[in-house]
């Protein structure tokens, strides 16, 4: 049986490091050190044994070994914390990892007492190997990051950055997320449901009834007593990690801290309104009835896009001078010429925005001062609640039927293997993945050239032709894939990220006939729930990941 990749190991480390709290290297540098026991399904595990309840076919998968170690090393944690442990005797806050002190406490193992549900034995190991399997890991994860080697002003940067969100609350559903990760992980909890149970104890409310607003008052109040509760134990500290990550929808825990300690990360994130703003710019063309309010919109949001110092620029920019208005002027003919002139030169700026926009400051705040000004809006603050509301009307939208050419040919379907394994893939290349599905496995493999080494890699394939199937309906068009799955050493060849999600298997870059990666990226962003890329170098080119959080990019 082939042994999970190291791409595929850090998978299943930063999942149950993120639903636990804990620094994920600390499960890498386990199996690292331990390699034990050995497992069914061929590989080594992190060094976790039976304890009370916990018996040996629970340990015997590399998931669940991974599972069962991020239980262990919280439960270890929360022991020593109710023992007088505070946080700086956990943690090394200019190193940003853990203490030594914890390490070596880690080294000598945990046996969990009869009360501890889910909780494996920890065996003992060598605390030096320990320490230098932990840093190693550290590395690979800050490999690209331009993180600081004091990282001391990290929980300073975090309590500032959460304390400035309330304001920005816009009741997106992936700020909602964040503050529920949030809760959750500052309560060792292992579900939203629990942090739903745990919101409304002593509230009249009810989890199982409670609607979004009475929700977002109890997050809200819990984000607000963050500060003056937060201790600087490690938990805490991924509590806040992850909730600025999701807040802004970062690719990982290391860009997350790269932005923070180069002071880049803003509360205010106006460029989740770009869907939205784009579909404004899209309809301008078909409800443009030369209104006063409408060419002023348009004239005032072309000035402020070419960043022009009066009205009058703008009008010389659409190629209408002050001698022509002067000589126009008593005329109401030639005015009305002048007038359809400047409409025509207006609308089809407008029809250029989408190719044009690069993601530049200036261009969204015009964008956003046109949309006030045609919507009649008393301020900056009330066009954004507008394009909020237009991008929640996005995010339900039903998505588009996509209508292919029919051309009847006599098909012999064979039948469907009852579960997909990487024998069934090899012997059915032709067969789409999914029932009635688009995405066959020889896109998927290259043609057959990349195929999946293990079931995890297959699985991996799967979960995200679910999810594309989805994405292909919201285009509303066909997707042409250019690259899935991608074994490690093809990853390297292409110049492919350490810890790309091709090499797990659930990624797919592609293109779509008739529209650019710009406008693959806004059609999919409001609703996509994993990963989401665009490509200065390759502007057609769009990427989707089936990760378990909301991250999006441009590179």
């Given at each position: 049986m082939s042994q999970l990749n190291p791409e595929q190991k850090n998978y299943d480390y930063l999942i149950e490091a993120e639903r636990v709290g804990i620094h994920k290297p600390i499960l890498a540098a386990l199996n690292t050190v331990h390699r034990t026991p050995q497992l069914a399904d061929g590989d080594t595990g992190?060094?976790?044994?039976?304890?009370?309840?916990?018996?040996?076919?629970?340990?015997?998968?590399?998931?669940?070994?991974?599972?069962?170690?991020?239980?262990?090393?919280?439960?270890?944690?929360?022991?020593?914390?109710?023992?007088?442990?505070?946080?700086?005797?956990?943690?090394?806050?200019?190193?940003?990892?853990?203490?030594?002190?914890?390490?070596?406490?880690?080294?000598?193992?945990?046996?969990?007492?009869?009360?501890?549900?889910?909780?494996?034995?920890?065996?003992?190991?060598?605390?030096?190997?320990?320490?230098?399997?932990?840093?190693?890991?550290?590395?690979?994860?800050?490999?690209?990051?331009?993180?600081?080697?004091?990282?001391?002003?990290?929980?300073?940067?975090?309590?500032?950055?959460?304390?400035?969100?309330?304001?920005?609350?816009?009741?997106?559903?992936?700020?909602?997320?964040?503050?529920?990760?949030?809760?959750?992980?500052?309560?060792?909890?292992?579900?939203?449901?629990?942090?739903?149970?745990?919101?409304?104890?002593?509230?009249?409310?009810?989890?199982?009834?409670?609607?979004?607003?009475?929700?977002?008052?109890?997050?809200?109040?819990?984000?607000?007593?963050?500060?003056?509760?937060?201790?600087?134990?490690?938990?805490?500290?991924?509590?806040?990690?992850?909730?600025?990550?999701?807040?802004?929808?970062?690719?990982?825990?290391?860009?997350?801290?790269?932005?923070?300690?180069?002071?880049?990360?803003?509360?205010?994130?106006?460029?989740?309104?770009?869907?939205?703003?784009?579909?404004?710019?899209?309809?301008?063309?078909?409800?443009?009835?030369?209104?006063?309010?409408?060419?002023?919109?348009?004239?005032?949001?072309?000035?402020?896009?070419?960043?022009l110092d009066s009205r009058q620029s703008v009008l010389s920019s659409l190629g209408v001078e002050p001698a022509q208005l002067q000589a126009a002027s008593g005329s109401a003919e030639k005015m009305r010429e002048l007038a359809n002139q400047i409409d025509q030169e207006l609308v089809s700026f407008m029809k250029r925005v989408p190719g044009a926009y690069q993601d530049e400051e200036h261009q969204r705040e015009s964008l956003i001062r046109a949309v006030q000004l045609w919507r009649e809006l008393p301020n900056r603050e009330q066009a954004i609640a507008s394009l909020t509301e237009d991008l929640k009307r996005i995010i339900v939208e039903p998505p588009k039927k996509v209508v292919e050419p029919v051309q009847p040919i006599t098909v012999v379907v064979p039948r469907r293997p009852s579960r997909w394994t990487v024998a069934t893939v090899r012997a059915n290349l032709s067969m789409s993945i999914i029932p009635n599905g688009s995405f066959t496995w020889l896109e998927a493999t290259h043609g057959g050239k990349r195929m999946p080494p293990n079931q995890t890699t297959v699985d991996a394939m799967i979960r995200i032709a679910k999810l594309a199937q989805q994405a292909r309906d919201r285009l509303g068009r066909s997707m042409i894939v250019t690259s899935w799955y991608r074994p490690p050493a093809v990853n390297r060849a292409v110049g492919g990220a350490i810890n790309s999600r091709h090499i797990v298997g659930d990624a797919i870059d592609f293109v779509v006939n008739g529209l650019s990666g710009n406008q693959i990226y806004w059609t999919l962003d409001p609703w996509w729930p994993g990963g989401l890329g665009r490509y200065r170098s390759f502007p057609n080119l769009g990427h989707i990941d089936a990760r378990s959080y909301r991250a999006r990019w441009r590179n």
């Open positions: 992190l060094g976790i044994t039976p304890a009370n309840q916990v018996i040996p076919i629970n340990l015997d998968t590399f998931g669940e070994q991974t599972q069962y170690a991020a239980n262990t090393i919280r439960a270890l944690t929360d022991n020593l914390i109710s023992q007088g442990w505070e946080g700086s005797d956990l943690w090394d806050m200019d190193e940003g990892r853990y203490s030594d002190k914890f390490l070596t406490r880690i080294a000598k193992g945990y046996l969990p007492n009869s009360t501890e549900k889910n909780i494996g034995r920890l065996e003992p190991s060598d605390v030096d190997a320990l320490i230098a399997a932990y840093k190693a890991d550290i590395l690979i994860d800050y490999d690209g990051a331009e993180l600081p080697k004091n990282l001391s002003h990290l929980d300073q940067a975090l309590i500032q950055f959460i304390e400035r969100v309330g304001k920005y609350y816009q009741g997106l559903s992936h700020q909602r997320e964040a503050m529920l990760e949030a809760v959750r992980i500052w309560r060792k909890l292992d579900s939203h449901d629990a942090v739903l149970e745990s919101l409304v104890q002593g509230t009249d409310l009810n989890s199982a009834t409670i609607d979004e607003s009475e929700l977002d008052l109890l997050l809200k109040h819990f984000i607000q007593r963050i500060s003056p509760n937060y201790s600087g134990y490690p938990h805490q500290r991924e509590a806040l990690i992850r909730f600025a990550q999701l807040w802004r929808q970062l690719e990982s825990r290391e860009a997350t801290i790269e932005a923070l300690e180069k002071e880049d990360l803003n509360a205010e994130n106006l460029e989740v309104l770009d869907p939205a703003i784009m579909k404004f710019v899209g309809q301008v063309a078909n409800y443009y009835a030369g209104k006063g309010s409408q060419r002023n919109a348009l004239t005032e949001g072309l000035r402020l896009w070419r960043q």
